[in-house]
């Protein structure tokens, strides 16, 4: 399904969820690219998925426009 790995994403998601609880060790999240698509998987809890949009969101704007063409480094 994935043409390349973003790990970063889950790997930022994790350090910020092992603030909250450590059970955030056990996460199997991943991130992924897919053409010009970026795919994340999000923990199963609307808690979780709240917190963690709200760590990377920020960020993800930059992100999509360097996938998307629309944005330099």
Request: hydrophobic share 45%; net charge positive.
């Given at each position: ?6 790990p970063?994403i889950?790997?930022?998601i ?12 056990l ?11 970026l795919?994340?998987n ?17 960020a ?7 996938l ?6």
């Amino acid at each position: 399904m994935a043409e390349r790995n973003a790990p970063g994403i889950a790997e930022a998601i994790r350090v910020k969820s092992l603030q909250i609880t450590d059970k955030a060790m056990l996460s199997r999240g991943a991130s992924v690219i897919r053409g010009r698509t970026l795919i994340v998987n999000l923990p199963g809890s609307p808690k979780a998925v709240k917190e963690s949009l709200g760590f990377i969101l920020g960020a993800l704007d930059h992100g999509l426009g360097i996938l998307r063409g629309t944005a330099t480094d």
